[in-house]
């Protein structure tokens, strides 16, 4: 190892929404952190992360590991050639038990599902994720916010001036958003509409995602929605516990990500292809397989122009390569 | 010594019948309140999201009762008359609310209703004669005679064909209820015909062994052709009415009568479902004015 | 006689082979694929579970490929699965005017034998009774085969799919009590292969469809050995026959097991999942996994048992239900979140 060098771990984080990155020393200290919105174009989002990560990294910082997460964690993994590809819910479990040694419960809210993590003595034992209906996901309550021509940052502020009560449909988008309407019609000021909407979020929350879990103290609250101070303050109301809102909380993923390419790494050299891969041509392309009428759709990853990955199919006809 | 009763499933039928056997043995019954937002919600929580809104009704109750009484009187029906079967989820709920809650009187009823009643008056009395009487004289309550309700021929007549736990419950069905009513609708339920029209075993009736499933679809077929329409109303995730509710379906579809199949659960919003409601009730007048 | 029966894994070949011993000659519906599901969606109300959608689904590519005589099992208790063939038989004479639908009870083998089969097929008692015991010991040789491929596939996930292959092929011609034990060997020597052991061992328990259709269960057997870990079951035709015959042992334990938490069945083969886990739990397995139908009403119950029983014996248990709506990338991120969580855990404890 150069004495000179500053060791980095790199940590991206790629989901539906938004994608993630953050760069940490050895020590898990934050050198360089980014956010951005994916946009449904992921490998241009990856190396849009990249180069922006690699600017805010001084020259003398190598990275000693990768690591990727988020539901399009494959293709970044592929991209990157990381170290490790691990699912968001182990990600997110290890950057809060980091931070938090003390945590017990975990809620990820992000732009298209939603989690509970349990932790006992930070370590992860259980978790449940939404699989029905993106209600209560950032997606929906950017959507709403959009719709009601308020700007998101200042969504969850407005759930505040509330001075009633009202009760939203919480579980399917089409409910809510028609009960909102509805509501609004009536002539129901918007503060307490915004207001009924986090509570509602918050019951479904309670009711389909962490049913059933044991939510002790220490409660932590990440990803995206975690902005929302309306939606933050509607745990509160219902748990009748602090929620504590990490420092990084959106990058949460991300951190863990690099974290566990720490651990991958740990007295190997790493795989990652270098920030460099920002101005390499990566395209990404589906088909369907007529094989058979399981009519599989296999997903291609090019690297300028060559395949280096395919996945997908059932049968493992394509995957092979 | 108090013992709650939630006012939920079972209730709606055999309500009349517990009241008078626990003021029979002189014991205070606490019946849970009427079914709320909030009761519900208590409910929620406790179990799997994927099962139907009564059974989460009657778990918000026992949750509402919990800490005002000494027992929560939840009996198991598990069949009546010749194996005939309540649902898998009304026979299970009794061990899944006694898993964190031992509180319960549970007696289990296999078509015999004495000997499970009179071990709870045992139980909470301690005196065999006043339980055996307590039943005896309660006994009448669990007579449903009923007459063959009337169908006079110039109103219009809708059939509510759902479980009596579900339009018994102003929760779940006042909504729908009171919109036929204010439409000037007479509503003829299962609940109105007597035993010997819902109990009948012929054809494919004879074959549906849950005991309520095949009362309900008795009554469907009686009414069919006696009443302008039928409403069936089914929660999200009832098993049963799943199945027979297609049949019933099916067939209202081959005779051409008009029938609305209305699916609740916790989220249903009460503007979309008067919405359909009032549409099919537009549809059901015009028929009759055709005829 | 064209007779045909929904495809029911691995087990279809055993089941065709009972037929074929009666003298049917068998039209198989293709493999369970989307557009089985399509069609079977298509024409099923929303509401129905999803064993119902695939079943119909066979059947009418079963028809369509000629099939005149179809076979269902049947037995009406608690759970919708006795009522399917009504449902079955009403929706497909819409579709198709002439074919012929048996509803076979589960719960009356003295029937099945002496007055059902001999009935349908024109034969003796005894002729069905040797198809039984064919049937039997077909069923028990693709159990010692299932056994064999999970070990396999922990081991070296490539090769033994090669294996599954010609073991498959190896089975299909097993047609009489000596063939099968030449087989049963046959297949032991080629399933020894060397590899990596099994890092976890996890027990799947649920219900019978999804235990035994991979379709159904998005081939959760294959994921969880691809992500390194040993499926264990207790679950399967095999077993389930001996149960209706009453001679299943194992059942009577599962039944003390599972009384704990459920003191009466409410149908379906809740009592069989809560029991089978229990005593996975016991004997000290690294996790479960629970699958069944979305709304299925026994096992929703058996969830909440589970629940508890996971406290009890402090073992993480993950209930997954499955409709036509699930989808694929929530179901994969969800089961490697579990088996590494499930690593960790052992690590963590092995310190």
């Known amino acids: 190892m150069n004495e000179v060098d500053n060791v980095g771990y790199l940590g991206i984080d790629v989901g539906s929404i938004s994608t993630k990155g953050v760069v940490i020393d050895k020590d898990f200290r934050i050198i360089a952190k980014t956010y951005l919105r994916t946009q449904g174009q992921p490998i241009q989002s990856i190396k849009e992360l990249l180069t922006k990560l690699s600017s805010q990294v001084d020259r003398k910082t190598k990275i000693f590991g990768a690591g990727t997460t988020g539901s399009a964690r494959r293709l970044a993994g592929i991209m990157l050639q990381a170290d490790i590809v691990k699912n968001e819910i182990i990600a997110h479990a290890i950057a809060a038990s980091y931070f938090h040694p003390d945590a017990s419960t975990v809620i990820e809210i992000g732009g298209q599902d939603s989690k509970i993590i349990i932790l006992r003595d930070g370590i992860p034992v259980d978790f449940a994720m939404n699989t029905v209906c993106a209600a209560g996901t950032g997606s929906f309550l950017d959507h709403q916010a959009t719709r009601l021509g308020i700007p998101i940052e200042e969504f969850g502020g407005r759930a505040l001036q509330a001075k009633n009560r009202v009760n939203i449909a919480g579980r399917c988008t089409v409910f809510a958003e028609s009960d909102m309407i509805h ?3 009536l002539g129901i000021a918007t503060e307490d509409i915004i207001s009924g909407l986090c509570d509602a979020i918050v019951r479904n929350y309670l009711n389909a995602v962490a049913k059933g879990k044991e939510i002790k103290p220490l409660i932590l609250f990440q990803g995206g929605v975690a902005a929302n101070i309306g939606v933050r303050k509607a745990f509160e109301r219902a748990l009748e516990q602090e929620i504590i809102v990490p420092d990084h909380f959106l990058v949460m993923g991300a951190i863990g990500a690099a974290i566990l390419a720490q651990e991958a790494t740990d007295s190997k050299k790493t795989r990652f292809a270098g920030f460099e891969i920002a101005d390499i041509p990566f395209q990404s392309r589906a088909f369907e397989c007529e094989g ?11 690297k300028e122009e060559v395949i280096i990955d395919r996945y997908g199919d059932r049968c493992g006809k394509w995957s092979e390569l | 010594m108090k013992v709650g009763i939630p006012r939920a499933l079972l209730y709606y039928r055999y309500g009349n019948f517990w009241n008078r056997f626990f003021s029979e043995l002189g014991v205070e019954v606490i019946l849970s309140p009427k079914t709320d937002k909030t009761i ?9 999201s994927e099962v139907c809104l009564p059974i989460k009704v009657i778990c918000g109750h026992i949750e509402e009762l919990k800490d005002k009484v000494d027992f929560v009187f939840l009996p198991r029906l598990v069949y009546l008359g010749d194996k005939l079967y309540a649902c898998p989820k009304m026979i299970g709920i009794v061990d899944i609310v006694g898993l964190n809650f031992s509180a319960l009187l549970r007696p289990k009823i296999k078509n015999d209703f004495f000997l499970p009643h009179f071990q709870v008056g045992l139980a909470l009395t301690h005196n065999p004669m006043k339980s055996f009487l307590a039943y005896q004289r309660a006994k009448e309550e669990l007579k449903f005679s009923k007459t063959i309700p009337d169908f006079p021929s110039d109103q219009p007549k809708i059939g509510l064909i759902s479980h009596f736990y579900n339009l018994g419950d102003d929760f779940i069905a006042h909504d729908i209820i009171a919109t036929f009513r204010k439409n000037g609708f007479l509503i003829y339920t299962k609940e109105d015909l007597p035993p010997t029209i819902l109990e009948n075993s012929k054809g494919f009736a004879g074959k549906i062994r849950w005991i309520y499933e095949r009362e309900l679809y008795n009554a469907f077929n009686y009414y069919l052709d006696k009443i302008d329409g039928i409403c069936n109303i089914i929660s999200f995730g009832c098993g049963p009415d799943s199945l027979v509710g297609e049949i019933m379906a099916d067939k209202a579809k081959t005779l051409n009568r008009p029938f609305l199949q209305l699916i609740i659960d916790e989220h249903t919003g009460r503007a979309g479902l008067i919405t359909r409601l009032e549409a099919f009730i537009e549809l059901v007048k015009k028929r009759i004015v055709a005829n | 006689m064209k007779a045909t029966f929904p495809n029911f894994g691995y087990e279809t070949l055993a089941l065709k082979t009972f037929l074929e011993k009666l003298g049917a000659s068998v039209v198989l519906p293709p493999a369970n694929t989307k557009h089985t599901l399509e069609m079977g969606v298509k024409y099923s109300s929303e509401l129905i579970c999803l064993p119902f959608k695939i079943t119909l689904g066979n059947f009418i590519e079963a028809l369509n490929r000629g099939a005149d005589t179809l076979f269902m099992a049947a037995g009406a208790k608690k759970c919708r699965f006795g009522y399917y063939h009504y449902l079955h038989e009403m929706i497909l004479r819409k579709l198709f005017p002439r074919f012929r639908l048996y509803a076979i009870s589960q719960y009356t083998p003295y029937q099945f034998v002496f007055e ?14 040797y198809a039984l015991l064919i049937l039997l010991a077909k069923c028990a040789l693709i159990d010692d085969f299932k056994c064999q491929l999970r070990l396999a596939r922990v081991l070296d996930f490539n090769q033994a799919n090669q294996i599954e292959k010609r073991a498959i092929k190896l089975i299909e011609s097993a047609n009489s009590i000596s063939q099968i034990r030449r087989t049963r060997q046959e297949i032991r020597t080629i399933f020894s292969i060397n590899g990596k052991k099994p890092e976890i061992k996890i027990g799947l328990v649920g219900e019978i469809f999804f235990m035994i259709e991979p379709f159904a269960n998005q081939e959760i057997e ?3 050995s691809r992500l390194g870990a040993l ?5 399967s035709l095999f077993r389930h026959l001996k149960h209706l015959l009453k001679i299943d042992w194992e059942f009577y334990r599962f039944s003390l097991l599972a009384y704990k938490y459920l003191k009466d069945s409410p149908g379906g083969e809740a009592i069989r999942t809560v029991g ?8 000290g397995i690294d996790g479960i996994v629970h699958i069944y139908p979305f709304t299925c009403m026994p096992e929703n119950i058996a969830l909440e048992a589970l629940e ?3 406290e009890d014996y402090d073992v993480p248990v993950l209930s997954m239900s499955f409709d036509e709506h699930t989808s694929r990338t929530g179901f994969l991120t969800r089961l490697e979140a579990f088996v590494d969580l499930i690593k960790r855990r052992k690590r963590e404890r092995g310190r």
């Open chain 2, 40 to 48: 519900l919600e208590k409910g929620l929580g406790k179990v799997s």
């Open chain 1, 183 to 185: 509501k609004a019609q």
């Open chain 3, 222 to 224: 294959k994921e969880l």
């Open chain 3, 308 to 310: 508890k029983a996971s």
């Open chain 3, 231 to 235: 499926v264990v079951t207790k679950r």
């Open chain 1, 292 to 302: 058979c009428p399981n009519r599989c759709e296999v997903i291609e990853t090019l």
């Open chain 3, 116 to 129: 059902k089969m001999p009935q349908i097929f024109m034969v003796s008692p005894t002729r069905v009774i």
């Open chain 3, 276 to 283: 089978e886990a229990v005593s996975f739990a016991m004997s």
